[in-house]
């Protein structure tokens, strides 16, 4: 399952390596959504330095969401979905290789936003232990439950605007217990952050246990 | 064809009379309460509505079980299923104005960001996405199967929401009725424990008419097939003979297409 998993990751970042649709398309739409929200209050510093954890995963989610519908939109052209479907890979190598693909690419977007949290909204980064514990555990989450869904979506009419309308209110509680571990990280706020750290945990559990069990069904579906 | 029959018009009556009972001992017999004054009456809807809308996805969730269930696996529990989901729907939506009402009179907002109310927000914003999801899929058998996968975890959100008010510092009261010493006594708790009968007779006709409409539409859709090609069929031997040089010719149906010799 760990060799399908590599396989499968390998084949997609190797494909957004070529294309460099993360690079080109993704990241500097992440970053116009950082800008705007800046513009959305009105270069109010102090709100903007107290709700930057906040605009950050917003961020994350927007662009989390691209970065899945790319994920299976590789797959639905040429019917690749039915040449991964008849390779033989194991349905959870597949699954676990696609979330950690999009999961990587996440990742180095987070660490392209959070420069631009610290240049456009003067956030001064501290508890460093938390914020990356807490991104790299979110970022699971919501590849996991992205993928789970994109695969879903996979096919479907009108999947584009279907995929947002499915995802963004499961990942509404990633959003809310990261953004609250940020805020205890930065010193925003008195909450014990670990504890959300937690929940983003469980979250990131259950839909990587639920997707590696349930993924296979879903692909002779889709 | 039609979704109703004796039954479902009995019941039909029923919620209809029962409503009104409902509303009858909820403006009259029932007296102010001693904090919330007038207030009190949106308890005689509230409760009930909450509880029918969490029926509904429990419905859901219960028809998506079986469905996935390889040994009971039938078309009848992915009708169970959107049933509950579109009826659970209506009554979460209700819930959110109901709620909204009381809330503007009692906090003197219309909306806050506390627990209950963001969660049912977020199960009312699932719903939607379930039922579009179910229109995006033509093939019967693929729909029940994503649909079913996102009812159960839509079912996560239902158990958050439900314990949202024990687990979370919320400003949602919580439960009044089902604890060992209920808060409510007399005509008022009378008048709630009948909204329940009231809004549990309307879940119940509107999730049968919901059930009998998907197994008539899944009928339509069968029938319509075969109708089209009988249709087909018959115009196929109502065509008149071909003669046998033009034989090239006899998939079209169109007179223009027997091209006749120039000279």
Redesign the interface.
């Known amino acids: 399952m760990w060799r399908d998993a590599a396989l499968v990751a390998g084949k997609d970042l190797r494909i957004e390596g070529r294309a460099k649709v993360a690079v080109n398309q993704v990241a500097p739409y992440a970053l116009v959504v950082l800008l705007l929200f800046g513009f959305a209050f009105d270069q109010d510093k102090p709100l903007l330095v107290q709700a930057a954890p906040g605009l950050y995963w917003m961020a994350v989610l927007f662009s989390g969401l691209l970065a899945v519908q790319r994920s299976f939109s590789l797959e639905s052209a040429d019917a690749a979905m039915d040449a991964l479907r008849l390779s033989r890979l194991e349905p959870a190598g597949v699954f676990l290789g696609k979330v950690a693909a999009v999961a990587a690419q996440l990742l180095l977007l987070e660490v392209l936003l959070a420069l631009g949290v610290v240049v456009l909204f003067q956030s001064r980064l501290s508890g460093a232990a938390l914020l990356a514990a807490s991104a790299a555990v979110s970022t699971a989450g919501v590849a996991a439950a992205g993928v789970v869904y994109g695969a879903l979506c996979t096919g479907l009419r009108a999947r584009e605007t279907l995929l947002p309308l499915l995802l963004a209110p499961v990942l509404a509680p990633v959003v809310l217990a990261a953004t609250e571990a940020w805020r205890s990280a930065l010193g925003l706020s008195r909450g014990d952050g670990w504890h959300w750290l937690a929940l983003l945990g469980c979250f990131a559990a259950v839909y990587l246990a639920g997707g590696a069990v349930g993924f296979g069904a879903l692909m002779e579906e889709t | 064809m039609s979704s109703s029959t004796r039954v479902t018009r009995a019941l039909g009556v029923s919620a209809l009379l029962a409503l009104a009972v409902n509303a009858w001992w909820g403006l009259s017999l029932s007296p102010p309460d001693k904090v919330q004054g007038q207030l009190v009456r949106i308890l005689y809807v509230h409760p009930a509505v909450a509880t029918m809308c969490y029926a509904g996805f429990g419905l859901c969730a219960l028809g998506s079980i079986a469905w996935l269930w390889p040994r009971t696996r039938s078309p009848r529990w992915d009708r169970l299923a959107v049933a509950g989901a579109e009826v659970g729907a209506v009554f979460c939506a209700a819930t959110l104005i109901t709620g909204s009402i009381w809330g503007r009179a009692t906090w003197g907002v219309w909306w806050t960001w506390d627990a209950r109310l963001?969660l049912t927000a977020?199960l009312f914003?699932?719903s939607?996405?379930?039922l579009?999801?179910r229109r995006?899929?033509d093939n019967p058998?693929?729909r029940a199967?994503?649909s079913s996968?996102?009812a159960l975890?839509m079912a996560?959100?239902v158990v958050l929401d439900h314990y949202a008010t024990a687990w979370f510092a919320t400003l949602h009261q919580h439960t009044t009725l089902f604890k060992p010493n209920p808060t409510i006594h007399g005509w008022q708790l009378v008048t709630m424990c009948w909204s329940f009968v009231a809004f549990g007779l309307v879940f119940a006709w509107m999730a049968v008419h919901r059930f009998r409409l998907e197994a008539l539409e899944e009928r339509y859709e069968t029938e319509g097939y075969l109708t089209a090609l009988e249709s087909r069929r018959a115009e196929g031997q109502a065509l008149p003979a071909v003669p046998e040089g033009d034989r090239v010719l006899a998939g079209s149906t169109t007179s223009a297409a027997r091209v006749e010799p120039s000279s």
Do not use: C, I, N, R
């Open positions: 963001t977020l914003a699932e939607l996405g379930y579009a999801l995006a899929v058998h693929s199967l994503v996968v996102v975890l996560l959100t």
